[in-house]
């Protein structure tokens, strides 16, 4: 039987994820909720269920196919979601594209497909493939699977990671990798926990632990204001990244508000509203911070 996995897209000729133009699978599932996540509907460990009341016409036809009679007609297509068991029904029924089912069982194989059909470009720009999600790592066999078989191919290989996992884990992937993406959001494991819903203890030492083993680290900070802005998260992060060996980059990602709609697509609350992306001012003042500690950083 062919190994499948969940992902929920597949970005073509993409030049942010990676050396070179890439292609970037994204798996579906991810132990965190980060306030500010920017694509909500990867938490989930299965598809999700996305409706989008502005492109409604109120019509009714996603409450007459619903198999679990979970749609109620009442000013808007109100989907009672612990009935709803994302079949897709409704979706395939809604001919404004006012529902959609966010993520896909696929095999390997499909993925393999679409990621060589891109290797023109990858050859020519030094390129390759970008696992990121979502936690790929939350799908470690398919993932694995996909490594091995892209290493067979001689596809350059990035896994864009939270850390947030064993050891064991990414000890069993590494050899595969040839860059690892890694997310550093919080030093004070408190907030961190607030914000993300997890501890940052394993991020933390399963980063250095790369580091001791030599591996490769392109690491990417999310800088979300009212969060982890201050001086005193920032010079915390850049004495613990400037003390490791291997950390190829620190990447400064300013926060911004355009996945809201999602949350309210997905019936999921907000919790950043009124939240301005940070002024390109303090983008640089924050990168100055990192740069004091000779760090080579790059603002985006």
């Known amino acids: 039987m062919a190994q499948t996995g969940i992902i929920f897209d597949i970005k073509k000729y993409a030049i942010n994820d990676g050396p070179g133009i890439r292609t970037t699978v994204f798996f579906q599932g991810c132990p965190l909720s980060c306030w500010w996540c920017h694509n ?46 994302t079949c897709g029904t409704c979706a395939e029924s809604c001919y404004y594209g006012a529902r959609e089912v966010s ?7 499909e993925v393999l497909a ?4 891109e290797t023109p470009f990858h050859d020519q720009s030094g390129g390759g493939v970008t696992f990121s999600g979502g936690e790929p790592l939350i799908q470690r066999s398919f993932l694995m699977a996909l490594l091995r078989a892209c290493k067979e191919r001689d596809i350059h290989t990035v896994v864009d990671t939270s850390g947030y996992t064993t050891w064991e884990a990414l000890d069993s992937i590494r050899g595969f990798v040839d860059l690892f993406f890694y997310d550093l959001k919080l030093m004070d494991n408190e ?3 607030r914000y993300t819903g ?24 999310p800088l979300i204001p009212g969060v982890n ?52 001012e303090h983008m640089q003042q924050a990168g100055s911070i990192l740069d004091r ?3 080579k950083v790059k603002i985006s």
């Not at 993520?103 to 194989?109: C, I, M, N, S, Y």
């Not at 997890?198 to 990417?220: A, D, F």
Request: glycine share 6%.
């Open 40 to 85: 909500p509907e990867s938490q989930p460990r299965k598809p999700a269920l996305m409706y989008r009341a502005n492109r409604c016409v109120l019509c009714g036809e996603c409450a007459t196919v619903c198999p679990q009679s979970g749609i109620q007609i009442n000013g808007s297509a109100e989907t009672d979601r612990s009935k709803c068991d």
């Open 293 to 295: 500690y000779r760090l």
């Open 198 to 221: 997890v501890s940052n203890e394993p991020i933390l030492r399963n980063l250095k632990s790369l580091s001791e083993h030599r591996h490769p680290v392109y690491v990417r900070i």
């Open 114 to 117: 679409e990621i060589e059909r």
């Open 229 to 280: 802005d201050d001086g005193v998260n920032l010079r915390q992060s850049a004495e613990l990244l400037a003390s490791l060996p291997n950390v190829t980059g620190v990447e400064l990602m300013g926060y911004h508000d355009i996945a809201a709609a999602k949350y309210e697509a997905l019936g999921m609350s907000y919790r950043l509203n009124g939240t301005k992306p940070p002024t390109v």
């Open 103 to 109: 993520g896909r069982e696929v095999t390997v194989e």
């Open 191 to 193: 907030r961190h926990i």
